[in-house]
């Protein structure tokens, strides 16, 4: 089993800056990767950026130049630091760990309960 985590989310103005972050605890030895996703009301889970614990990273064209996902193998953790930030990035963003490098939500096994991000215009 393995826990994930997420913190750092809240409310930013336009233009401004978040960086979350997402601990991974228990039997981190059984992933190999973690992502980040974001589920907007109303809207469908999408995929925004992924990393292999050996730091490969994958990131969704809409986010790319803004978005950057980072990691801490020692800490086992995660982070996606956000950049001009706009009011459509306001969504909740989920931490998830998995073994594929990829943005399809069902290949991934563990979830974290989310954390709130608003972006105010």
């Known amino acids: 089993q393995v826990h994930v985590v997420e913190s750092g989310g809240g409310l930013v103005q336009a233009g401004g800056s978040l960086r979350l972050s997402c601990a991974a605890s228990g039997r981190t030895d059984s992933i190999s990767v973690m992502g980040w996703f974001r589920q907007a009301p109303g809207k469908e889970r999408e995929f925004v950026a992924a990393?292999?614990?050996?730091?490969?990273?994958y990131t969704a064209d809409h986010v790319k130049g803004r978005f950057t996902i980072s990691q801490d193998n020692v800490k086992n953790t995660v982070y996606l630091q956000m950049n001009s930030l706009r009011p459509e990035d306001t969504a909740v963003y989920f931490c998830?760990?998995?073994?594929?490098?990829?943005?399809?939500?069902?290949?991934?096994?563990?979830w974290g309960q989310g954390t709130q991000v608003t972006v105010s215009s």
């Open positions: 998830a760990a998995g073994r594929a490098l990829q943005e399809n939500p069902k290949r991934y096994d563990y």
């Open positions: 990393i292999t614990w050996g730091g490969i990273t």
